[in-house]
């Protein structure tokens, strides 16, 4: 719960309890007892609902951050499906890793591979040569800087992810998408790392004047290429992307 609706609803609660508790006192205690004596009942009823809300919840925050804890724990160095603890298909617990990126059950041999998700990011340059780049509103690496895209949906190819994704997050249309190269990464995700292969293509768009950040951008802005510092993006593949770009080089090819 953000600590604003927190707050909101303890003051609400609150208001509503000290009417109720006037009105229940008022009535039960009148011409029995004098005025000061309703009024420090009634204060003392208000310090109660406060310290009951509290402790509810500083409980509920305590819970919510165990299970919280509990699903980010699987770590990194991890088998890629470490989470996978029980076999999809008859529940059993012999399901065991055989090779570093397979699991079989050894109840009914259902055997299962993990392979990289296709994402797709997007280098978008203006007529001075500046590079688009956005702010990310969300985690991971909330806050740094990133460029367009986002994974690939099942049945879609890269282009047209790519096309649906500017449209999403930025208002534009991509009227020409050329692949430049691709690079591997690993993307953490509820409470597991997800490897990538991230397909980046230098887009051409309709008009840059709809340019709307939407979706998971909290920010838009173009940057000339030599000003561009590649530390400044958070995720690895998008910061060894933007330095290829700047360079004008093609990972992995030497
Ligand atoms: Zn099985």
């Given at each position: 719960m953000?600590?604003?609706?927190?707050?909101?609803?303890?003051?609400?609660?609150?208001?509503v309890?000290?009417v109720?508790?006037?009105?229940?006192?008022?009535?039960?205690?009148?011409n029995?007892?004098?005025?000061?004596?309703?009024?420090?009942?009634?204060?003392?009823s208000?310090?109660?609902?406060?310290?009951?809300?509290?402790?509810?919840?500083?409980?509920?925050?305590?819970?919510h951050?165990?299970?919280k804890?509990?699903?980010?724990?699987?770590?990194?160095?991890?088998h890629?499906?470490?989470l996978?603890r029980?076999?999809?298909v008859?529940?059993?617990?012999d399901?065991?890793?055989?090779?570093d990126?397979?699991?079989?059950?050894?109840?009914c041999?259902?055997?299962?591979?993990?392979?990289?998700?296709?994402?797709?990011?997007?280098?978008?340059?203006?007529e001075?040569?500046?590079?688009?780049?956005?702010?990310?509103?969300?985690?991971?690496?909330?806050?740094?800087l990133?460029?367009?895209?986002?994974?690939?949906?099942?049945?879609?190819?890269?282009?047209?992810?790519?096309?649906?994704?500017i449209k999403?997050?930025?208002?534009?249309?991509?009227?020409?998408a050329?692949?430049?190269?691709t690079?591997?990464?690993r993307?953490?995700?509820?409470?597991?790392?997800i490897?990538?292969?991230?397909?980046?293509?230098r887009?051409?768009?309709?008009?840059?004047?709809?340019l709307?950040?939407?979706?998971?951008v909290?920010?838009?802005?173009?940057?000339?290429?030599?000003y561009?510092?590649?530390?400044?993006?958070?995720?690895?593949?998008?910061?060894e992307?933007?330095?290829?770009?700047?360079?004008?080089?093609?990972?992995?090819?030497?």
């Amino acid at each position: 719960m953000k600590a604003s609706l927190k707050i909101t609803l303890t003051i609400l609660a609150t208001i509503v309890l000290m009417v109720l508790a006037y009105g229940i006192i008022n009535a039960l205690t009148k011409n029995l007892l004098e005025e000061r004596i309703t009024i420090t009942v009634l204060v003392l009823s208000v310090i109660a609902v406060i310290g009951v809300l509290t402790v509810v919840a500083t409980v509920y925050e305590a819970n919510h951050q165990t299970k919280k804890d509990k699903l980010v724990n699987v770590g990194e160095d991890q088998h890629p499906l470490a989470l996978f603890r029980y076999c999809p298909v008859c529940g059993s617990s012999d399901f065991v890793a055989k090779q570093d990126n397979s699991k079989t059950c050894e109840n009914c041999g259902f055997n299962y591979y993990i392979n990289p998700s296709a994402a797709v990011a997007a280098l978008i340059v203006n007529e001075e040569g500046e590079l688009l780049v956005g702010r990310r509103a969300h985690h991971p690496a909330k806050g740094t800087l990133d460029l367009p895209g986002g994974f690939v949906t099942l049945k879609e190819s890269g282009e047209e992810a790519v096309r649906r994704e500017i449209k999403e997050e930025l208002n534009l249309t991509v009227t020409n998408a050329e692949m430049l190269f691709t690079i591997p990464n690993r993307y953490r995700w509820s409470g597991m790392t997800i490897p990538t292969l991230d397909l980046f293509y230098r887009c051409d768009v309709e008009d840059l004047n709809k340019l709307k950040p939407l979706d998971d951008v909290a920010e838009t802005f173009f940057i000339k290429l030599d000003y561009i510092q590649p530390e400044d993006f958070g995720l690895a593949s998008i910061r060894e992307a933007v330095q290829h770009f700047k360079e004008g080089s093609v990972p992995f090819i030497s």
